[in-house]
Structures are given as structure tokens and as C-alpha cells.
């Protein structure tokens, strides 16, 4: 379909000649009411004549369209844009193109050789622009074009007053274009190539007659139509020609180290690599550019040894990557299938350091053992494969340089042990993208089954250095939190030697990132030798913690979160620190050679000594816990799985009060009508559609479906308050334990 401009209001400044005429006709025929505005000036600026603007004005009319003429300076920019809003009523696009040249070699430029190319360019532009800008944005629209000029972009001799005033425009337009966004308000520049009077002084007639204003108008109509979305663009436009521009940087170079002085000495030895444009990265907003120098400030400080442990970023990257939390919050990833024996588990339990020489690790190490099982951090290795090893990268929208991911932290719960051999399923989800300025955090998701038995939960909390500065928000009820550990001295303390070929084994289990075996590959990077899994530590700490608080026994693991911090090195010692807090124990993983804080943050759970792992939902719990936790674990866990259809069918919040010896004990929250809804212990600060009240021996019985919910209901058990009707639908998240 033609574009249309019908019911839309144009000014065109300088329109009563050259490219600004083309414009103001083209406007006007598909069907722009368009100010004509011109002061009749000089090339060079002087005198004064409204015949310019008035004979386009005539042109237009004669051809049925719509135009009025204006011949104030655009100088006095609130005069033109009343023209606009007392003849046509409003103003929707503005082409700041008037101009004139004083073209002088440099050092012969006058003060008002300078100051008028300035002021009618630039100080134009902006006192027309101004003038227009809350019309647009009351009506949250608006189209600017600013024109620059190649003399700008490359510089051309004779043309300094000309070439700044030119590229300031572009300027203009690059902070009009981020401030104009959100309201709809667009602004790019051109840089045309014309016949003119402007040009007939300095080309051949015959090219002056052959660069037609015609081949630039197309141009500024799409730039300026509702249905262009491009916003803060640079095009070189003439002969029919049109290209886009963008910047370009080098790689770079750090060429400072910590502590020690910035010499121009080590500027003058860098110099060829500062200037080498092989991998040249294309940066296209400020956070680009100062999130580079905010990792750079954080790589120089840590000497090279901040991050995390996963894939090291070379010294010199700079980020490719780019998201749009938008468009991939929520996104499933491929499922991943995961398929093993026990040759894996074993080979996992030698690669966290288990030996024949401790008799308790043997049911890990052989698979004849009368309790051969898995260890319980195998949970990880089924579903790390596929997230880190190509499934993120492969989610639509979700842009990231792969050689900038850090896995920064990791949490495990594990639901039922996993077997010692099968066939297993991870099914994952991307589910946040916090913006942390320097760099985003991915939280991923991801469950693993057996067949259709939920056995664990991974949650990765993954960096992306240099990917920050989208906007986006800093933190997420999604994460699981990293815990400091108690203040006081730990209860216990477990040290144990790496090997010098720890890494080597551990990757066999799936994690083949070069980082951890090839010298070549770790010297790029931050690290200056392969380094240790940092999965791989979490595997020791585990065993630790399970030796000392639960007598080695797997199905006693319940969950552990970790921070990685600092990197550990194949061979150094891991010395655990811990903290028994009931069933919580608090740990700290430090490399024993240096101090280094590995493992930071971090926790493993236990069930308690009498709750079996897996058949623990209806069995009362120790401790005078309350046995709805874990079917409210459960509706989580599905919360997370299925949560946008589950809002889509449901739409409605739920609260539930759970009283135990008729007090009230938990209170939790359903949301199914936000986002992809979610699951919240305590109050809430959504409105809450319908709230049940109910004790926890009744609300088992009722999920168990010993009682029906109606009977429940009718008898008192289950008090219900608020939109009742929506109580059908809850059935949709409760449906294999209870039909409320
Ligand atoms: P032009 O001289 O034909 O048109 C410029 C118009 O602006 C004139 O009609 C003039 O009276 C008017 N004008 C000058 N000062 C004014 C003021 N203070 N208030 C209102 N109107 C004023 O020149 P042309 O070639 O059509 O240029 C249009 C724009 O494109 C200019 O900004 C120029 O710098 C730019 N440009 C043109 C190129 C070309 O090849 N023609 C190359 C690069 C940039």
C-alpha cells in the first residue's frame, strides 16, 4: 500500500528551494498539510524574501494540496510551529533542512563565519525542534529529521564552521532519538547529496543537474512515515542511493595493570592492537561503551582474576551480546534428553574427588555395592550439558556473546534420588534477565524427570559480562538467594587436596569447555592456567557436608546453593567450612593455599534423619513442620513449568491460610492472573481474589482426597472468602492431588 500522510502536519524549514521544496512537494501530494518556511536568504546568509517560500506554497496549492508559508528565521523556531498549530492545528514531523555555507580554509574562518553556520544549523534546528517536541509528545507521536552533511561525517576542507555544525546535528539527533522513544517521537539524520544552489559552486553543472532533490525525498518521507520504525539512524543518501552509517571500535587493549602506573611508553607498544580493526565490534548505545569501561575498571582491579568460573572472557572482549528481556523471560528451551548408566555416576563421583581409599565412598564407586547410588550433585550434569553447552544461545531474542557467560551461582534441590542408570529429561526455561549495569543475569530453570517423576531442580544463574544496560531491573523474586553464613567460628572444618588432573576427570563428565584442560585456551583469557570446575567444588563441598552431618547417606540431601567467587586451580586444597543451623547447613569453600573464598553465599539443606527424600509428601514432618509446604512446593514447581497457560486458563490470586492447633501458621499466595504467575509464601501485593481458610491436617485430607472439598467445604473445614466462582478453576493447578 502507497504511504499516506494524509491528516498529518509537516514543516519543512528552508523549503522555498533546493532539497527542501522536493520535500515539502512530495509531502503535500500524499496529502501532509505542510508549512513552507523560508527567510528567501543568500547562500551565504543574507538578505531576506518570503518569494521563495510563497512560490512553493503556490506550487502546491495548484496541485490541490495543502500548504501555508512561513518566512521567519528558524532561529525563532516557537514562530514557525505556531504557524503550523494556527493554520493546521497541529505539528507531527519536522525537517530541520534549511541552511546556508560560509565556506572559508580554517584559519581565515571569522568569529561570525563560525557563529552563523552555527547558529542557523544548529541553534535552528534545536529552537525549531524544541518547539515542536511537547506537541509530539502530547500526542505521542512525532518525526524529526536532522541534516548533516558528509563534509561533517569525513570533513572536507574549507568547511570547518560547516563540518562541526553538521556532525553537532547528528549529536542532537543521537540524544533526541533516546529521549524521544517512549513517547513515539523519532528522530534520524540524513547526510544528502543534492543539486543545488549550495552545490552549484563547488560540482559540474552537469552533476548538479543529474543529483535530483528527488532522489533524496523518498528517503525523508519513509524516515518520517508512522509506519517507519528506525529511530536515531545516519544514512548517506543521493542519485537514488541510500546507506546507512554506523560506528565501529577496535577490540582495544587494556594497557594498564593494577597498581602500577599508565605509561604512554605502554600506549606507543599496544598501539598496533588498540588499532586493529580485526573483530571489530559495532557499539550502538552508551551502555555499550561504558559497560566496557566499568569491566575493564573491575578486570584491572582483580588482576585478572575476578568472575566466575566458567568460560573466561578474554582481557580484550568487548560484549556482542544483546537482549530484549521482553521477548525471552518465560522462553522453554529445548528439552534435553539425558541418557546414562552407571559408568556416568561413577565416573562423576572419581571427577568430585571420591577415592577407594575411604571404605564410605565405595557405595559411589562400585557399581556391585549393596547401596550403589548416585551422589546427589550428579543432579547437575543431565541438565548442564544442554544449558550451557548451546541451548542458551539458541533462544530467539536472547543475543549473548558466548565467550562472556560466567556461571555466577547454582542452586539444587533434589526431589527423589536420581537412579543409578535411566533415561532422564530436563525441561528449562529462561526464568528472568536482571540488568546488573556491567553485565545481565540469566536465571534458568529447569527440572529434571524420570519419565513423569519430577527427581530435581537446577536453577543457573548465569553473567553475561557486558550485557547490562537494557533498562532492565535489578533483582528477582525467581532467584534463589545466596545466605551468609552465621557469625561465629564454624562447627566444622573439612580440607581436602584436589589432584592435579581433578579437572581432567571432572570434564569427562559432560563439561568440556577448553578453560579447564587446554594452557593455550586459559592464557587468552582471565585465567592465566585451566582451573577447576566450579562444579566440580560444589561436589566436594557436598560430600563434606554430608560426611560430617549425614553419615554419608544420599537420599539426605536435600538442596545446596553456591556462589562462585574466586577460581580454584587443579592440586590446591578445598577447606569447607561449616555451619549446622538445624537442618540448614551453612558453607564456605576457600582455596587453603591463598584464602580465597571459592564458594561464597552458599548452603546445602538436609531431610531430616527420619524423612526419606522422595515419599516425604504425606508422612507428617519433623519439628512440627506443616505437611501443606510440600504440596504448595508442588504447585510451585508447576507454577514454573506451565505457568502462562495456567494463567491464561485461571486468571485469578489465591490466598490460602493454614492453621495448625487452630492458630494460624503459613499463609501463601497463588498468582495466576500476573505475568506467568507465581507462587509466594506470606501476603502479597496483588490483590488476592479468593482466600481459603484451612488446617493443615484438613488441607491434606482434602488434597489427598480422603475428604471431598465440597464435604470440606459445607462442613466448615475449608473456609472460602471472595470470588468463590473462581475456586473451580484451581482444580487446573491442584488437579492430580484435589478436585476444590
Ligand atoms: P538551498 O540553499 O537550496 O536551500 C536552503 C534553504 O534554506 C534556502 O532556501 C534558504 O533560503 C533557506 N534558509 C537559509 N537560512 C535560513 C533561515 N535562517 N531560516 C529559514 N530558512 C533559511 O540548499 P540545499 O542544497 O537544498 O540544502 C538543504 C540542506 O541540505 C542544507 O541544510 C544543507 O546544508 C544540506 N546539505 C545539502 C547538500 C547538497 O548536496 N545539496 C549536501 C549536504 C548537506
Not at 571500535?249 to 606507543?268: F, H, S
Not at 578486570?299 to 568487548?318: C, F, H, K
Not at 528477582?476 to 545466596?482: M, N, V
Not at 509466594?680 to 496483588?686: C, N, S
Amino acid at each position: 500500500m502507497s504511504l499516506s500522510f494524509e491528516g498529518r502536519v509537516v514543516l519543512v524549514t528552508g523549503a522555498g528551494g533546493g532539497l527542501g521544496r522536493d520535500y515539502a512537494l512530495a509531502f503535500a501530494s500524499r496529502g501532509a498539510s505542510v508549512v513552507v518556511n523560508d527567510l528567501g536568504v543568500d547562500t551565504a546568509g543574507g538578505g531576506r524574501s518570503s518569494a521563495a517560500a510563497d512560490k512553493v506554497v503556490q506550487e502546491i496549492r495548484a496541485k490541490g494540496g495543502k500548504a501555508v508559508a512561513n518566512y521567519d528565521s528558524v532561529e525563532d523556531g516557537e514562530k514557525l510551529i505556531q504557524t503550523a498549530l494556527d493554520t493546521f492545528g497541529r505539528i507531527d514531523i519536522v525537517v530541520n533542512n534549511a541552511g546556508i555555507l560560509r565556506d572559508r580554509s580554517f584559519p581565515r574562518t571569522s568569529d561570525l563565519d563560525w557563529d552563523l553556520i552555527h547558529r542557523i544549523h544548529l541553534r535552528g534546528s534545536f529552537m525549531v525542534t524544541r518547539a515542536a517536541w511537547n506537541h509530539m509528545r502530547k500526542q505521542n507521536f512525532g518525526r524529526i529529521i536532522m541534516t548533516a552533511s558528509a563534509a561533517g561525517i569525513y570533513g572536507n576542507f574549507g568547511q570547518a564552521n560547516y563540518s562541526a555544525a553538521k556532525l553537532g546535528l547528528l549529536g542532537l539527533a543521537n540524544t533526541l532519538a533516546i529521549e524521544g522513544q517512549k513517547y513515539n517521537i523519532h528522530c534520524n539524520t540524513i547526510a544528502p547529496v543534492a543539486g543545488s544552489r549550495l552545490t552549484e559552486s563547488v560540482m559540474p553543472p552537469d552533476l548538479v543537474a543529474a543529483l535530483k532533490p528527488e532522489f533524496v525525498s523518498p528517503l525523508v518521507l519513509w524516515l518520517c512515515h508512522e509506519q517507519c520504525q528506525d529511530n536515531g539512524g545516519l544514512y548517506e543518501v543521493g542519485a537514488g542511493w541510500i546507506a546507512k552509517l554506523r560506528w565501529e571500535r577496535t577490540q582495544g587493549r587494556i594497557v594498564r595493570q593494577r597498581n602500577k602506573l599508565m605509561t604512554p611508553e605502554a600506549v606507543r607498544d599496544q598501539w598496533d592492537e588498540i588499532c586493529d580493526f580485526t573483530n571489530a565490534v559495532k557499539p550502538s548505545n552508551i551502555q555499550e561503551s561504558m559497560g566496557m569501561v566499568v569491566d575493564v575498571l573491575s578486570r584491572v582491579e582483580s588482576d585478572g582474576e575476578a568472575g566466575a568460573n566458567l568460560t573466561a572472557a578474554p582481557t580484550s572482549a568487548v560484549s556482542k551480546s544483546r537482549i530484549d528481556p521482553s521477548a525471552v523471560v518465560g522462553r522453554q528451551m529445548e528439552k534435553g534428553e539425558f541418557t546414562y548408566d552407571h559408568f556416568q555416576s561413577i565416573l562423576y563421583a572419581l571427577g568430585i574427588g571420591m577415592s577407594t581409599k575411604d571404605p564410605d565412598d565405595l557405595r559411589f564407586l562400585y557399581e556391585g555395592h549393596d547401596d550403589f547410588s548416585c551422589f546427589p550433585t550428579f543432579a547437575v550434569i543431565p541438565t548442564h550439558k544442554a544449558i550451557m553447552g548451546g541451548e542458551l544461545m539458541s533462544i530467539p531474542g536472547l543475543d549473548i556473546d558466548p565467550t562472556q557467560v560466567l556461571h555466577g551461582e547454582h542452586y539444587l534441590e533434589i526431589y527423589k534420588p536420581l537412579p543409578t542408570s535411566g533415561k532422564l529429561t530436563s525441561v528449562s526455561h529462561l526464568a528472568d534477565v536482571l540488568d546488573k549495569g556491567s553485565g545481565a543475569v540469566l536465571i534458568i530453570d529447569s527440572n529434571t524427570y524420570n519419565g513423569d517423576e519430577l527427581l530435581c531442580f537446577n536453577q543457573f544463574t548465569v553473567f553475561v559480562v557486558g550485557a547490562g544496560g537494557f533498562g532492565g531491573k535489578r533483582n528477582s523474586d525467581k532467584a534463589k538467594a545466596s545466605l551468609p553464613p552465621p557469625k561465629r567460628a564454624p562447627d566444622a572444618v573439612v580440607i581436602e587436596s584436589t589432584s592435579r588432573d581433578q579437572a581432567a576427570l571432572y570434564r569427562l563428565s559432560g563439561d568440556w569447555n577448553p578453560l579447564h584442560i587446554d594452557p593455550n585456551f586459559a592464557a587468552m583469557g582471565t585465567y592465566k592456567v585451566p582451573i577447576l570446575h566450579g562444579l566440580c567444588s560444589v561436589g566436594f563441598a557436598a560430600r563434606h557436608v554430608l560426611k560430617q552431618y549425614a553419615n554419608n547417606d544420599p537420599s539426605r540431601f536435600k538442596a545446596i546453593k553456591v556462589r562462585f567467587a574466586k577460581a580454584v586451580l587443579p592440586g590446591q586444597s578445598l577447606q569447607t567450612e561449616m555451619w549446622k543451623e538445624g537442618n540448614r547447613i551453612y558453607i564456605q569453600c576457600k582455596v587453603k593455599e591463598n584464602g580465597d573464598i571459592a564458594l561464597t553465599g552458599a548452603y546445602v539443606d538436609l531431610y531430616g534423619p527420619s524423612e526419606a527424600s522422595p515419599e516425604t509428601l504425606h508422612k507428617p514432618l519433623q519439628g512440627g513442620g506443616l505437611q501443606s509446604e510440600l504440596v504448595f512446593a508442588e504447585i510451585g514447581r508447576r507454577i514454573k513449568d506451565l505457568g502462562s497457560e495456567l494463567v491464561k486458563k485461571v486468571n485469578g490470586v489465591f490466598g490460602w491460610e493454614i492453621t495448625k492447633d487452630g492458630k494460624k501458621a503459613a499463609q501463601w499466595t497463588i498468582d495466576l492472573k500476573n505475568g506467568s504467575g507465581s507462587l509466594h509464601k506470606g501476603p502479597y501485593g496483588e490483590k488476592v481474589d479468593l482466600t481459603f481458610t484451612v488446617s493443615d491436617e484438613d488441607f491434606m485430607d482434602v488434597v489427598t482426597g480422603k475428604i471431598p472439598p465440597q464435604t470440606a467445604f459445607f462442613s466448615g473445614k475449608l473456609k472460602a472468602k471472595g470470588n468463590i466462582m473462581l475456586s473451580q478453576k484451581l482444580e487446573v493447578i491442584l488437579k492430580d492431588h484435589a478436585k476444590l
